[in-house]
T-cell receptor, first 113, second 117 residues
Framework: AQTVTQSQPEMSVQEAETVTLSCTYD???????LFWYKQPPSRQMILVIR??????QNATENRFSVNFQKAAKSFSLKISDSQLGDTAMYFC??????????FGTGTSLTVIP | GAVVSQHPSRVICKSGTSVKIECRSL??????MFWYRQFPKQSLMLMAT?????????EQGVEKDKFLINHASLTLSTLTVTSAHPEDSSFYIC?????????????FGQGTRLTVV
């Protein structure tokens, strides 16, 4: 069975600083996809970044980047130059076929002005 | 990117009545749709997975007679909460699996805040 673990229930970061959110997962699959979703106070789930397991290069989207360690089954999210609008719940997610998605328990991030 | 529209965004109903929530994929065909329930400060709890034209697959502990799911077309899935009670008050989110920007992704509706009084 697939599982996704986020070990940091809450984190805070000073505005303009960098923060890293942790995520580990467990699967026996070789091909799969990993995601970070952001859920701001509006509660709309927004895709932040995506990584295909077969790609060795870490995905990057502007201020957001991941550190994907396939052997260690680790998928951390780095947010650089944190902004107040980054305050949200962040969920790590996994799928291999798109027929089922597995979510972590979430990390509540607060950006402090 | 692909858009999933969910409505209503908020609904208040009396105890014992039924409420229908709609989830539409606006610009892609969603063969698989998911319904989640989310409690404050918690993760998404999968209630059921629905595939177009077939019966939904419910997660353990979810009453299928209470939470009726219909996925009649590739663009529409509905969740009906029957005989709602205050304990059914929650935030419900739908999601559709599709090929957005050339890869598998889950697209989410805006969510529905259900309050049963």
């Amino acid at each position: 069975a697939q599982t996704v673990t986020q070990s940091q229930p809450e984190m805070s970061v000073q505005e303009a600083e960098t923060v890293t959110l942790s995520c580990t997962y467990d699967t026996s699959e070789n091909n799969y996809y990993l995601f970070w979703y952001k859920q701001p106070p509006s509660r709309q789930m927004i895709l932040v970044i995506r990584q295909e397991a077969y790609k060795q290069q870490n995905a990057t989207e502007n201020r957001f980047s991941v550190n994907f360690q396939k052997a260690a089954k680790s998928f951390s999210l780095k947010i650089s130059d944190s902004q107040l609008g980054d305050t949200a719940m962040y969920f790590c997610a996994f799928t291999n076929t798109g027929n089922q998605f597995y979510f972590g328990t979430g990390t509540s991030l607060t950006v402090i002005p | 990117g692909a858009v999933v529209s969910q409505h209503p965004s908020r609904v208040i109903c009396k105890s014992g009545t039924s409420v229908k929530i709609e989830c539409r994929s606006l610009d892609f065909q969603a063969t698989t749709m998911f319904w989640y329930r989310q409690f404050p400060k918690q993760s998404l709890m999968l209630m059921a997975t629905s595939n177009e034209g077939s019966k939904a697959t419910y997660e353990q502990g979810v009453e299928k007679d209470k939470f009726l799911i219909n996925h009649a077309s590739l663009t529409l899935s509905t969740l009906t909460v029957t005989s709602a009670h205050p304990e059914d008050s929650s935030f419900y989110i739908c999601s559709a699996s599709g090929m957005g920007r050339g890869y598998t992704e889950a697209f989410f509706g805006q969510g529905t805040r259900l309050t049963v009084v």
